[in-house]
């Protein structure tokens, strides 16, 4: 896709796409297999989308506490040079990298659901109103409508809302992160007929603890969802979790 500006967001170097064809193959990688996260960094969690012991398998920490969720898809690794470009992308100055980025969840995406029935709803991970005012644009946002878009599925941009503000979460364990966001997120009025016996995705720009997640899909869950799938576009590696 072609932007306003004339260098690639990884390696500058010059030409007209967001991200040019040298750094997608070799930043890029494809998934290691049907809905693996991570490119090839080997087998992951059928769940949470961390290191497992085999394909398919879920790691220790699934294993011993479920989440509420029944798996997740992550395109990238969140580290260099990723980390970067979504640093810029979660300021509005890389608000139209959203179609480039959504581009590279599509192969995970569509390998994960070849033989799977696809969700019929999708939901952003919403932001609290002063930090959507701060930034000016919410990524996970960015990403949902991009990806509804492509697949013809379904999104309501403010069906569950942020109803309060948050310390943030940078420094937290993942104890006091679930803590930090328990009652974070409600539906707003009328939403729960969207979502009653759905299918659900949930999107948002990068997966660390998995914290935020959990919390919106208890949110979903309650809110009488059949099912709960977390789409991210990088998942932080196991030693930053």
Same mark, same amino acid.
């Given at each position: 896709?072609?932007?306003?500006?004339?260098?690639?967001?990884?390696?500058?170097?010059?030409?007209?796409?967001?991200?040019?064809?040298?750094? $997608?193959?070799?930043?890029?990688?494809?998934?290691?297999?049907?809905?693996?996260?991570?490119?090839?960094?080997?087998?992951?969690?059928?769940?949470?989308?961390?290191?497992?012991?085999?394909?398919?398998?879920?790691?220790?920490?699934?294993?011993?506490?479920?989440?509420?969720?029944?798996?997740?898809?992550?395109? !990238?690794?969140?580290?260099?040079?990723?980390?970067?470009?979504?640093?810029?992308?979660?300021?509005?100055?890389?608000?139209?990298?959203?179609?480039?980025?959504?581009?590279?969840?599509?192969?995970? $995406?569509?390998?994960?659901?070849?033989?799977?029935?696809?969700?019929?709803?999708?939901?952003?991970?919403?932001?609290?109103?002063?930090? $959507? $005012?701060?930034?000016?644009?919410?990524?996970?946002?960015?990403?949902?409508?991009?990806?509804?878009?492509?697949?013809?599925?379904?999104?309501?941009?403010?069906?569950?809302?942020?109803?309060?503000?948050?310390?943030?979460?940078?420094?937290?364990?993942?104890?006091?992160?679930?803590?930090? !966001?328990?009652?974070?997120?409600?539906?707003?009025?009328?939403?729960?007929?969207?979502?009653?016996?759905?299918?659900?995705?949930?999107?948002?720009?990068?997966?660390?603890?998995?914290?935020?997640?959990?919390?919106?899909?208890?949110?979903?869950?309650?809110?009488?969802?059949?099912?709960?799938?977390?789409?991210?576009?990088?998942?932080?590696?196991?030693?930053?979790?």
């Amino acid at each position: 896709m072609a932007w306003g500006g004339s260098a690639c967001a990884i390696c500058r170097s010059w030409q007209r796409q967001v991200f040019c064809a040298a750094c $997608l193959a070799r930043f890029a990688a494809p998934p290691s297999g049907a809905g693996q996260a991570l490119g090839a960094a080997g087998a992951v969690c059928a769940v949470c989308a961390m290191p497992a012991a085999e394909p398919g398998a879920l790691c220790a920490r699934c294993q011993a506490d479920r989440p509420p969720f029944e798996r997740t898809i992550a395109a !990238l690794r969140y580290g260099p040079p990723w980390q970067r470009v979504i640093h810029g992308f979660k300021r509005l100055e890389g608000a139209g990298w959203s179609r480039p980025l959504s581009d590279l969840m599509q192969a995970p $995406l569509r390998a994960a659901y070849a033989e799977q029935a696809w969700p019929e709803q999708i939901v952003p991970v919403p932001l609290a109103r002063g930090r $959507l $005012l701060a930034r000016g644009h919410n990524p996970a946002w960015e990403l949902a409508r991009c990806l509804a878009a492509q697949l013809q599925i379904p999104t309501q941009p403010s069906a569950v809302l942020r109803c309060r503000e948050t310390p943030s979460q940078r420094e937290l364990s993942r104890a006091d992160r679930l803590h930090n !966001l328990r009652g974070a997120f409600v539906l707003a009025p009328g939403a729960q007929g969207w979502f009653k016996g759905a299918r659900v995705a949930v999107v948002d720009d990068v997966m660390t603890t998995g914290a935020t997640v959990t919390e919106l899909a208890l949110t979903l869950r309650r809110a009488g969802v059949q099912s709960v799938h977390v789409w991210v576009l990088a998942r932080t590696p196991l030693d930053t979790a």
